[in-house]
């Protein structure tokens, strides 16, 4: 049975009461809503794969409460820290070498020597957190090769009855996942475009990052598959305008022919805001199998700031199903 709940005291203390009795509960952050557990624990770990549906047991992120939780985890580098201090609380993964009194179980590992942490920002996370006392691994709350959910419905679309508890904290902010860099090597690498700009982050160290732009960025973080973030509907990207009996996700009005179409057409967002557009990306290709939808013309989205990371996950979403 699930419970949805509405994420007030009460309801945290019953969902970190769940954890530490082995349970599953999906919580909103700041990015997009994380199927949680205890990470110390492999059994309560291996549920995570069983409601997802995983075909491998893909290393999850320790989520953690402040920057000395994450310490006892990892062994930060100094410029890894330097990034922790300016982006933490927030959408910011770092890859590093366990720490050697590390609790996160292996198998939320895969068996790696690294360990991916975050300390999320969304206030019902954190208070989780706090409430739980310990390291939290959560994937984004969705069945694998699903799109990450933004609500506590979509959680519920994909995982109700696999789950114990779902705390609906509403819409996530950012509606994209965290940025993901890697300091297990050097020079630092960024293995997911995120919710954090590269060249933000590229600032705050003061030297460039490693590799990854476009293609080249679908194969790094370990099942980081093409075909990962999958609606039902097929996508044409770059498309400049609608072949017949396609439906359309737009970006600043390309697509639309004005007031009286009467296609289905989505706008990430009007006014060509990547902000905005990275917050509604995964709520619209939901709305399109909800609809039906088997084809969708997708508009051009500029590269800079976020786009890096919306056209990551709308070639993933194009690319050929495995
Ligand atoms: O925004 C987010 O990051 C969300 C929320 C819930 O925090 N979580 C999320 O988790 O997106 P997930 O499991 O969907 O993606 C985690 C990514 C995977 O691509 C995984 O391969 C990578 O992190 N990862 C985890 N541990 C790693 C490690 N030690 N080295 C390299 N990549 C790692
Ligand atoms: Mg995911």
């Known amino acids: 049975m699930t419970t949805i709940a509405r994420a007030d005291d009460e309801a945290i203390a019953r969902a970190a009461r ?9 919580f909103p952050t700041e990015t997009v809503y994380g199927l949680g557990a205890d990470a110390s624990s492999a059994r309560a770990t291996a549920k995570i794969y069983a409601a997802k549906g995983r075909p491998s047991f893909n290393p999850l992120i320790a989520h953690v409460c402040d920057l000395s939780a994450a310490l006892r985890e990892a062994k930060l580098p100094p410029a ?3 990034l922790a201090k300016i982006f933490w609380p927030g959408p910011l993964t ?12 292996d ?130 990207l770059e498309a400049r305008a609608l072949e017949p009996g396609e439906a359309g996700l737009d970006f600043a009005g390309l697509l639309s022919g004005g007031a009286q179409d009467s296609r289905f057409i989505l706008d990430l967002s009007p006014r060509g805001d990547l902000i905005e557009a990275a917050a509604n990306l995964f709520s619209h290709l939901r709305a399109f199998d909800a609809r039906g939808v088997e084809r969708v013309a997708v508009a051009p989205v500029p590269q800079d700031g976020l786009g890096e990371a919306i056209n990551d996950r709308l070639r993933r979403a194009a690319s050929p199903r495995e």
């Open 107 to 236: 198998l939320a590992r895969a068996g790696l020597e690294t360990i991916a942490i975050r300390v999320p920002a969304h206030p019902v996370a954190a208070a989780l957190l706090r409430a739980f006392g310990g390291p939290i691994v959560a994937p984004s709350a969705n069945l694998s090769g699903h799109v990450s959910p933004v609500t506590a419905e979509h959680v519920a679309a994909d995982l109700s009855g696999k789950v114990d508890m779902i705390l609906d904290g509403g819409r996530t902010p950012a509606g994209l996942e965290s940025t993901i860099v890697s300091f297990a090597e050097e020079p630092p690498r960024m293995l997911r475009p995120g919710a954090i700009a590269r060249a933000d982050i590229e600032a705050a160290l003061g030297r460039e990052l490693a590799g990854l732009s476009g293609a080249e960025a679908q194969i790094v973080a370990p099942g980081m598959t093409a075909s990962h973030y999958a609606p039902r509907a097929r996508l044409r």
């Open 80 to 82: 890894a820290l330097k």
């Open 94 to 105: 770092l890859v590093a070498p366990a720490a050697d009194r590390c609790c996160v179980c």
């Open 18 to 26: 769940i954890l530490r009795e082995g349970g599953l509960v999906a």
